[in-house]
Structures are given as C-alpha cells and as structure tokens.
C-alpha cells in the first residue's frame, strides 16, 4: 500500500524542479493534467463544472431547479495544453486531498 503523499514536500519540488504540467484529456467535467514529481509521472483532475441548485417560487409553489455551471473555482486561470506545475498547486492540493492526485509511472 502506497503512503499518503506529503503536499509540502510536492510544493518544494514542483517550485524546485520548474516542471510543466501537461494537458492529458478531458472527461466528465474534468480536465486531467500529468506532472512530474519526485522523478514520477501523476495524474489529476481540475473540475471545471459543477452543479447549481436554485429554488423559484412561482405562483405560491416552490421548485428547485438543478443547472450546470462552471466551475467558481476556476476564477480567471487560462488553462493551457502545457502549464507550469506550481501554477497548479491549488488543484494539486485539492487532488491530494481527495486522493485523486495518482502516481502514474513506476
């Protein structure tokens, strides 16, 4: 079983290392992007959509009503086929937070 992966130490070499993140796909609401770090090829998500839900009240009956939004997260970030990794850090965080930052090479 793998061990946890150490957010700080992640931050220390993405600032040491320089390294650019690349664009890999997009699925489901998510852009997949892979960094190396620690020599290791990763992979994780940036949801760029989420689901807005916004109550009506029409003629005394009220309705909720479910939309599709992007993300608030994203803010004014242009993402690109190729990013710097520490550009990133917010999602990487996110991702290792949620154990969706995953070692893809051995």
């Known amino acids: 079983m793998e061990t ?3 957010i700080n130490e992640v931050k220390k070499d993405l600032y040491r290392s320089k390294e ?3 664009f890999s ?3 489901e609401g998510k852009l997949y992007y892979t960094v190396n770090v620690f020599g290791k090829a990763h992979q994780f998500p940036i949801l ?3 689901t807005i839900s916004k109550t009506v009240t029409f003629s005394g ?3 909720t009503m479910d939309a599709m939004a992007l993300s608030a ?3 004014k970030t242009a993402f690109s086929k190729s990013i ?3 550009d990133l850090i917010r999602w990487i965080q996110k991702a290792v937070d949620t154990d969706d930052f995953i070692k893809i090479s051995l």
């Open 48 to 50: 760029v959509t989420e």
């Open 25 to 27: 796909h997009y699925c």
């Open 84 to 86: 710097k990794g520490s």
């Open 20 to 22: 650019f993140a690349e």
């Open 4 to 6: 946890k992966v150490d």
């Open 73 to 75: 997260d994203l803010g």
């Open 61 to 63: 009956f009220a309705i």
